[in-house]
C-alpha cells in the first residue's frame, strides 16, 4: 500500500481512536450517575438479590474509563506505526470490549426481571415495610423518601395496603390503613389532613400508585448504563476493525 494511503488510514484510527476516547469518558461518567443512585433505589433491587443493573454500572465505570486510556495509547501507536504497539493495543481493547458487552446484557436482562411489571415491586413492599429487620429499615426508608418526593402511594395504588396482607398491618392494625406517607403535604412536609387522609379522602391523599414513577428510574438507569454503553461498543468496534486493518498494512 502506498505511503499516502497509509499516512491517511493512519489518520483515520486516529480520528476513531480520539472519539472513542471522549465515548469512554462520557461512559465512564454515566455509569458514575448510575452507581451513585441519585434516586435512592438501590435497596429496592438489593432486597431481591436482582441489583445487577447496579453492578453493570461498576463494571460500565472501569470499561469507560479503560477505554479512554487504551484509545489514547492506540493513538500514540498508530503514530508510531509500531506493530507491536498495535497488537498490544488491540488485544486490551478486545478484554475491555468482553467487559462492556457483559455490562451491557447484564443492566438490560436485569431491567426487565425488576420492573417487567409491579408483581415483585408490590411484594417486596408488603413484606418489608415497617418490618424492624435491616432490610425492613432499608425499604421503608426508601418507599417514604418515594412516597414523598412523586406523590403516590402504594405500587399500584394506595388499595394495595387493602387487598393484601402486609407487614404494616400488622403491626398498626387498623389504626392507619396506609403509611402517612402517602397524605397530602403542606410546604412545611406536615400531613395536611390527617383525618382526611385515614378515612381515605383523595383530597387528602396521593391517590397513584408508585410503581411508574420507580419504573421510569430504572428504566432511565438501564438506558444509561446498557443501550448508551451498547452504542459505544459498536463505535469501537469499528475502530477496531479500522485498526486491525491498519495494522496488517505496516511493514
Known sequence: MGARVLTCLMIVVIILNAIAAAAGLALFAVAIWVAVDGYKLYPISSVSGKDDIFAAAWIAIFTGFAFFLTCIFGIFAALKRSRALLMAYLIIMFIIFLFECASAI?????????????????????????????KGKDITQTWNRVMEQAECCGADSPKDWLDYNSTFRQTFGTTYPWPLNCCNRLSNFEVADREGCIVGKSSAMYTKGCFQFIESVLSRYTWAVSWYGFAVLMFVFLTLVISMIYYMQLD
Open 106 to 134: 447484564t443492566a438490560a436482562t436485569n431491567r426487565d426481571y425488576l420492573v417487567g411489571n409491579s408483581n415483585l415491586v408490590k411484594k417486596q413492599m408488603l413484606q418489608y415495610y415497617a418490618d424492624s429487620s435491616t
